[in-house]
């Protein structure tokens, strides 16, 4: 009769640690999912970013294929003497002030009707100015 205790008691020991390892599982499984999704997120985002980059990348090119073609003449940005109209400097000078003040370049661009590449390039000439 004591026998069968100990083989039910036994028992039992031996089912609470299946559950036991059953249950970690399923939390290691849980921890490994979300671990998986943080990295797809990232990703995501990274491949975003590479798509814009892309699309940049590919305007930039097809306006210099055209230039080296002649079918499309750049756009005149200086003055017959090879100076830049004081409207165009008076722009990047407000370009420099916004992003001073930490506007985005894709915000000071869209204000002043310059290329974002342009104000892009402007901030990156200010951070090493400083």
């Not at 083989?7 to 979300?34: N, T």
């Not at 002649?70 to 409207?87: D, K």
Request: net charge positive; charged share 25%; hydrophobic share 40%.
């Amino acid at each position: 009769m004591e026998t069968n205790w100990q083989v039910l008691f036994l028992d039992g020991l031996f089912l609470l640690l299946a559950a036991g390892i059953g249950l970690w599982f399923k939390a290691w499984l849980r921890e490994q999912h979300e671990v998986i999704d943080r990295r797809l997120r990232v990703l995501d985002v990274h491949q975003k970013t590479l798509e814009l980059l892309s699309a940049r990348l590919q305007s930039a090119c097809s306006m210099l294929e055209q230039l080296v073609d002649g079918q499309n003449p750049p756009p005149s940005q200086t003055t017959r003497t090879g100076r830049t109209t004081r409207t165009e400097r008076d722009s990047y000078e407000q370009a420099r002030t916004l992003l001073s003040r930490g506007l985005s370049p894709s915000e000071v661009a869209r204000k002043l009707g310059l290329g974002q590449a342009e104000v892009e390039t402007l901030g990156r000439m200010m951070r090493r100015g400083e």
